[in-house]
Antibody
Framework: QVQLQESGPGLLKSSETLSLSCTVS????????WSWIRQTPGKGLEWIGY???????KSNPTLKSRVSISMDTSKNQFSLSLTSVTTADTAIYYC?????????????WGQGSLVTVSS | SYDLTQPPSVSVSPGQTANIPCSGD??????VSWYQQKPGQSPVLLMY???KRPSGIPERFSGSNSGNTATLTISGTQAMDEADYFC?????????FGGGTKLTVL
């Protein structure tokens, strides 16, 4: 069974950089696309971006200039960096696996990590 | 930007059929996925490529997509189906989610 677990600081101040990691078990991150998605009460679910082993990465145009996704295959982990955060970035951040065949769908999700940004 | 529109809430009686729509411009030309989220839990993939159920998803869940509307149908709705439901599609390489529908089983 594929399992994903987010980890990282839960509290940040405005202008700081959000850094989260996702540890994957039950699957190799050398296969599939690995994604970050966030959820807020006001905006619902928002796709942040994804990465495929080998460097193919894409992010949401609304966040593109602030987002970086990277992988550490030795740890079977992938990470999210979001720079210059504001209170609007307060959300539950999920990592998820994207299975792509014709289109992509998110078939396994982590439990989510609440990140709060204070002013 | 591309938007997917869902009604905020749908109510259904136990044992009846619930239909949850998701609308978007020419949505029928895109594949749609559906996710179920119960309070305090992560979303769970319920349907992909419009009408395919992942392993473990009950047969009472079905999906369709045509024109501008995709629909998630729950036949013989059970109390355990009370949850939020989100549709999702791709537009120009960006994943888009609907705002979600809260299904209440009365």
């Amino acid at each position: 069974q594929v399992q994903l677990q987010e980890s990282g600081p839960g509290l940040l101040k405005s202008s700081e950089t959000l850094s989260l990691s996702c540890t994957v078990s039950g699957a190799s991150i050398k296969s599939y696309y690995w994604s970050w998605i966030r959820q807020t009460p006001g905006k619902g679910l928002e796709w942040i971006g994804y990465m495929y082993h080998g460097g193919n990465a894409k992010s949401n145009p609304t966040l593109k200039s602030r987002v970086s996704i990277s992988m550490d295959t030795s740890k079977n982990q992938f990470s999210l960096s979001l720079t210059s955060v504001t209170t609007a970035d307060t959300a539950i951040y999920y990592c998820a696996r994207a299975a792509c065949a014709g289109d992509c769908y998110f078939d396994f999700w982590g439990q989510g990590s609440l990140v709060t940004v204070s002013s | 930007s591309y938007d997917l529109t869902q009604p905020p809430s749908v109510s259904v009686s136990p044992g009846q059929t619930a239909n949850i729509p998701c609308s978007g411009d020419k949505l029928g030309f895109n594949y749609v996925s559906w996710y179920q989220q119960k309070p305090g839990q992560s979303p769970v993939l319920l349907m992909y490529q419009d009408a395919k159920r992942p392993s473990g998803i009950p047969e009472r869940f079905s999906g369709s997509n045509s024109g501008n509307t995709a629909t998630l149908t729950i036949s013989g709705t059970q109390a355990m189906d009370e949850a939020d439901y989100f549709c999702q599609a791709w537009d120009s390489g960006t994943a888009i989610f609907g705002g979600g529908t809260k299904l209440t089983v009365l």
